[in-house]
């Protein structure tokens, strides 16, 4: 009992170790107006980041209930299809456990071997208040342990009531409807706050039934043996993408003088979730939070802690629309992250800021599937992660220089110590003990499995803005990421075994690799980004982007694994040097006003990804190709209409050792409009407006059906992408009070 209250208490003193300097602080006020939250102002902006605010966020909520896909207008970031709430953002083809991903200031882990319960996945669409991604030089001050840029996620600050206001009380309700999936949800909020304390609960659900895509792409077929019986599953149905969540948060802050403390603590519980291209399904998710946060305003800068502990209890089966073999596969995983960070921002004098600070994570990870009946998954517990251990502590300062009104200067160094270890292993039988060498529990239980990497990051950018109409950026950083526990300590050599840890969605069988080597990417970047003095009227944005990343942990052929093409394999992970460049380009231009009729704004956003295994002259797996937004926006007074249309390239350069499909190229119609007065919204939408029929680029293999714990022949038949969803009416209601 003792050793699991150590870690919590050890991150409080971590991120609190400071308090000492508060009472010799000069008090500054907080400016607090009726709909705007308290926050710490900034003297200095951190680099060009690209925001997205709770106005921006209110038209998508209706049509989605994956947060992941609110990023989706945003240059530089594409979405990797997953469940129906865990799509897995990705920044310039780099996506996952090689991104930081911060949820109010948490740094969450997946604690899956598929990875169906990421970072995002813990955040409900509309609890979202803010999103931020860095997808170029990503500041040290940000996060470290990734290469891929970071994106920052928040849910609405606290509101406090005016001097002399007296109580404060509002509150939200909302609901949405979309045709595809028949799906629906609700979202409510409440807020009573004095001038000092302030009390905000929210609560959501979300469900879908499995969505339909424009045409039949798969036969239709009478499944039998499924959980709930037999059932038929038409040709144009994308089984295994129903799914229900549900969501709680409650926030506590108190306010004194330049002092704000808040503690937020959420639950969340997804009964199921299916995964189109993964061979189990969600059957149950469970999450706690407790997120303790400070912010201090002082005469010198500012001061940041927070501490928190975040614990995941999943489960995974075959759902029902997968072969059941009469007793299921139960798996289990508990995962518990704590951490703790503190950072200072001090105004040196007027041309210089320093930013300093310490971050510390505690994980651990136990995921085992329990024996089923008197056959091959019997009569032991396998244990494929006992007591994995990743612990990490990190410091880092930097120096951000005005030098001119036009030179902005920043400097970032950040050390890492990662930590990990695992305990001992066993399968269902004894003969996992021997067989399937070296990938065997004896191979692995008797080696040591301790790993402790030093990693550094740095960051060199220069911004120079001649004028109020162009600003320049550019840049180099060098990143490292750690493997994750998944990488480097799933052990069985064992056909089931390998096909149950995956967690890139491609259909093949994976087994971990102890001997792996942090990650390291060096990036050179620069931006040019145009507009007019006001940043109304047009605005034209440019980003070219160069990586080399040694290192790079991509997959091979498992040591006495036969590889063949056009199936999927038996696969282990290995070091191997990457090169990733592209090009991101977006604007907007104002097009003008027609008395009567309302005005119009066009707005685009085009990338372009390559990625390339150096080492082995492979390409890269799932690389978005090139591809488009374009939208033509109209308003009228409370009135917005918008028509965007996406387009999206043949992708032709796939991972080859992963037998990756190529996808054709495609275009779609969206159609949308919202109204607004006083204190209500309406938003109806039409997404795929011509019932196009398409695959998902990044969607992986379809794997949704039949008896998926088997590779190829009876089992998942390789060959088959996921579809996107065919047309689909979206309606949503908004009021707040």
Sequence with gaps: MGNRIRPLTAAMAVAF????????????????????????????????????????????????????????DIPG????????????????????????????GMDLISACANHMNPALSYIDPSNVDSLKVYAGITPVSVGGDSIGGAIIVNSP???????????????????????????????????????????????????????????????????????????????????????????????????????LFDLKLGYQHIPYQGFPNQHMDMTDNKSTQVNLGYTGQYAWGTLESRVYHERTRHKMDFAEDKYFYTLGMPMNTEGKNTGALVKAEIN???????????????????????????GGMSPNTFVNINNGQRDRFDLFGEWEGRWTPQWMTLIGVRGSQVTMDAGRVAGYKTTYDTSTPPYNANTFNNRDRSRTDHNLDLTLLARYTPDASQTYEGGYSRKTRSPSLYERYTWSGNGMGMTMNNWVNDGNGYVGNVDLKPEVAHTVSVSADWHDAARTNWGVKLTPYYSLVDNYIDATQAIGKTWVAGQFNYLTLANQDARLYGLDLSGFAALGRIDGIGGFTARGVIGYTHGKNRSTGNNLYNIMPLNARLALDHRLGNWTNTIEEVLVSAKDDVSAVR??????????????????WKSLRFDIG????????????????????????????????????????GRSLYAGINIKF
């Design 17 to 72: 170790s400071t308090t000492a300097v508060w009472q010799s602080a000069a008090a500054q006020s907080a400016t607090v107006l009726d709909d705007v939250v308290v926050s710490a102002s900034k003297i200095r902006e951190l680099p060009t980041a690209d925001a997205i605010n709770n106005r921006q966020i209110a038209p998508q909520r209706p049509a989605t209930s994956d947060t992941a896909s609110l990023l989706k």
């Design 77 to 104: 970031v594409s979405i990797h299809g997953a469940g129906g709430v865990s799509g897995l953002p990705a920044i310039h083809g780099l996506a996952d456990d090689r991104l930081r991903i911060k949820v109010d």
């Design 157 to 259: 600050a606290p509101r406090f009531a005016k001097a002399g206001e007296g109580l404060l009380t509002g509150g939200e309700l909302g609901s949405f409807y979309r045709s595809n999936g028949d799906a629906w949800g609700v979202n409510a909020s409440a807020t009573i706050a004095t001038e000092n304390l302030s009390i905000r609960y929210s609560a959501s659900t979300a469900q879908s039934d499995n969505y339909k895509s424009a045409k039949e792409f798969k036969p239709g077929v009478l499944a039998t043996g499924t959980s709930k019986g037999s059932r038929w599953i038409a040709g144009d149905e994308v089984a295994s993408t129903a799914y229900k969540t549900q969501n709680q948060q409650l926030g506590v802050a108190y306010r004194l003088d330049n002092h």
């Design 348 to 374: 040196l004098s007027e041309r210089d800021l320093l930013r300093v600070g310490s971050e510390y994570q505690r994980y651990r990870l136990d995921d085992w599937w329990p024996p089923v009946g008197t």
């Design 659 to 676: 037998n990756e499909m190529k996808t054709a190229g495609y275009g779609l119609l969206n159609l949308r409009s919202s109204y607004e």
């Design 686 to 725: 039409l997404e795929n407006a011509l019932d196009k029929q398409y695959a998902l680029p990044l969607g992986g293999a379809y794997t949704g059906q039949g008896r998926t714990m088997s590779l190829n022949g009876a089992g998942a038949p390789y060959g088959v992408t996921v579809p996107g969803m």
